[in-house]
């Protein structure tokens, strides 16, 4: 049974290690996020959002020409079509709500690659919140155009300047932000990561991508189940969503794409669970990559939001019991995988998503097999690293 | 007897504690830091232990992890540094650092070598109390380790009673909302929590923490607990000291004054 424990763990993985100064954030959150999710007007509030204002339900698209390039019934899940461009919307429109119904006034959120970033500046202009995004100083050089949008969205753009100035460092940064600021201010995270409750309340919240996979299905196929569902493996926000209603019914397959980079044994690597070891990274016992003194070592994919050194504790459970199949995809053949797909079927995917679609190339499957890929985010905001790769 | 409960035993005020990253600002300063820190009167040494994601910490103890940690430092150097320190060090020694290096090294293994080189106790923030006395409470007292715990302004008196109830060296008051090395000066409302805290009357004795810099803050802290923790100003002293055993022997003396 994949199933979160009261505290916090699935199976060996999860926990809340945290400094004492965020206990009393965490445990105030711990202790009132089931109510408040379970609440008639928290959902109201939560489902007209996600209808009205995100897009949702999202498509879920039979695609004809891919499908018959690998030989098996492919959907995809049209995340790349919620507003901002990506899943990660799902998250933040739920923890601001949950926000303001704990009576916060400012809102602080990490982001690597700025999706998340620009997810949480949004809701924050919806709801007329006060927001500060923490972003490493080489990202913020990197993504520029989501910089941008972050400011003209109305949101404060911190650099995080320590340790290696990327998306460990701003989670680093949104954390101390956090302890110097207890009590008006809610931590938005980004991902199925940090302390308990994070992670479990971020799958939920996400959740709704696998929700509405099983009726749409249902109508597709005749079945809720597919066979395989794939989904690319960061911190794992997106995964989560996609397998959460299918993580006990062991008939339906589960596939996490991690980022390759350049080789998982190139040493330019983020495919965590290939390289990494248990330990503790942002509040939680995870797998992550690591010296063997216990130092985390800086990631690398040329896919920012795969660009961490852990990955959810979920997912290292799910690694761990066999439950999941994870694979390693290089850059190169995300890449490639990407500009295969925009030609196929007209979507030019996230560089992410596109990790999801190239394990297509990695796994077994059958001719008559029914295989969803999350389809996490569209590709606008990687242009120019497609400009840059070239090959097309 | 535990250096940590003989100090308390005898000294009930003004008791300061100075923390120290290990392995900066060279990789061989350990020891004589340590040395020096004694020879300038101070009562505890906090050995820092470098992490590449110190959450808890400001930008003067990050950058000072970085650097050791770019010299070479680990735990497994940090022991061998540490071999022998009880021939000069008569003071008790604590070890602070994040729990993801001592869970690499092995906790058994890591409350082995403490007490075999002599440490007297541990500081881990990241490491939840439930977790603590659950898993390692045991442990830590087979290997003769006090353990300390944080607080901060927000943390309810209930919490308070359960980490006095599960601490045996002293406990460490956070100054204020904030990470180390965020303010200096001490403010009223800092002021009514270490009220607050004091007339708690709980069984262990309280060293304030985090924003204490110099003398009149030291003093200000000592009037309302046993006593004061420097990190961040102290790293300052060092990092830029041509001199370290002059530098440490008069920034000491100087807060203690």
């Not at chain 1, 995340?79 to 602080?108: F, M, P, S, Y």
């Amino acid at each position: 049974m994949i199933k979160v424990d009261e505290k916090g763990f699935y199976g060996r993985f999860g926990g809340a290690y945290i400094p004492e100064m965020l206990h009393p954030n965490v445990e105030e959150l711990r202790e009132s996020y089931e109510a408040i999710m379970a609440s008639g007007e928290f959902q109201d509030e939560f489902r007209g959002l996600l209808k009205d204002y995100v897009g949702r339900p999202t498509p879920l698209y039979f695609a004809s020409r891919l499908s018959e390039k690998f030989g098996a019934k492919i959907y995809l899940k049209r995340e790349d079509l919620c507003h901002t461009g990506a899943h990660k919307v799902n998250n933040t429109i739920g923890q601001i709500i949950l926000a303001k119904k704990l009576g916060k006034k400012r809102i602080i959120a990490e982001t690597g690659a700025g999706q998340h970033g620009v997810a949480t500046a949004t809701v924050c202009a919806l709801m007329g919140m006060e927001c500060t995004i923490y972003m490493g100083e080489i990202d913020i050089a990197r993504q520029h155009p989501n910089v941008e949008r972050m400011k003209i969205l109305g949101a404060t753009v911190v650099p995080a300047t320590s340790g290696s100035k990327t998306l460990k460092d701003a989670t680093n940064e949104a954390m101390r932000a956090w302890i110097n600021n207890p009590v008006d201010t809610h931590y938005i995270i980004g991902s199925v990561v940090g302390p308990h409750p994070y992670p479990e309340m971020v799958a939920r919240f996400q959740s709704v991508i696998s929700e509405e996979i099983k009726w749409q299905l249902q109508e597709k196929e005749g079945t809720e189940n597919p066979d395989i569902v794939i989904a690319c493996v960061g911190g794992g926000s997106n995964a989560a969503g996609a397998f959460y209603h299918y993580y006990n019914t062991p008939d339906v397959r589960l596939v996490a794409a991690e980022a390759g980079g350049l080789g998982v044994n190139s040493g330019k690597t983020a495919a965590t669970t290939a390289k990494g070891t248990p330990g503790i990274l942002h509040g939680s016992k995870t797998i992550l990559m690591q010296t063997e003194d216990g130092q985390v070592v800086e990631p690398h994919s040329i896919s920012a939001g795969l660009d961490y050194p852990g990955i959810g504790p979920v997912h290292a459970h799910l690694f761990d019991v066999g439950r999941g199949e994870f694979v390693a995809v290089e850059d190169k053949d995300a890449m490639a995988a990407g500009i295969e797909l925009s030609r196929l079927e007209g979507i030019i995917p996230a560089i992410e998503s596109a990790h999801a679609i190239y394990a297509l190339n990695l796994i077994e499957y059958s001719k008559d097999d029914v295989i969803v890929i999350n389809l996490s985010g569209r590709g606008d905001k990687d242009l120019d690293t497609y400009i840059k790769w070239g090959g097309y | 007897m535990n250096r940590i409960h003989t100090l308390f035993n005898t000294k009930k005020d003004r008791v300061l504690s100075i923390y120290f990253t290990a392995g900066f600002p060279k990789l061989e300063d350990t020891m004589p830091i340590m040395e020096a820190i004694q020879a300038g009167g101070a009562d505890i040494i906090e050995v820092g232990v470098p992490y590449s994601d110190p959450v808890a910490d400001g930008p003067t103890i990050q950058d000072s992890n970085m650097i050791a940690l770019e010299n070479g430092i680990s735990l497994k150097k940090i022991f061998e540094q540490l071999a022998g320190f009880r021939e000069k060090i008569h003071i008790p020694v604590v070890l602070m650092g994040y729990l993801n290096p001592i869970m690499q090294y092995g906790m058994e293994e890591f409350c082995k070598k403490c007490q075999e080189v002599g440490v007297d106790g541990l500081i881990l923030p990241d490491l939840p109390m439930q977790q603590f006395i659950d898993d390692y409470k045991g442990l830590f007292e087979h290997y003769g380790l006090v353990n300390t715990f944080l607080i901060s302004p927000q943390t309810s008196d209930k919490r308070i009673r359960e980490i006095d109830e599960n601490t045996s060296g002293f406990i460490y008051m956070v100054s204020s909302h904030s990470i180390t090395g965020a303010k200096s000066g001490i403010s009223e409302e800092q002021i009514a929590y270490f009220e607050r805290v004091k007339a708690m009357n709980l069984k262990n004795p309280r060293l304030i923490g985090f924003g204490i810099s110099d003398t009149e803050t030291f003093t200000t802290a000592s009037n309302y607990s046993n006593g004061a923790i420097i990190g961040s100003a102290f790293i300052k002293t060092v990092k830029d000291s041509k001199n370290l055993s002059e530098d440490i022997r008069d920034y000491i003396q100087s807060v203690m004054d």
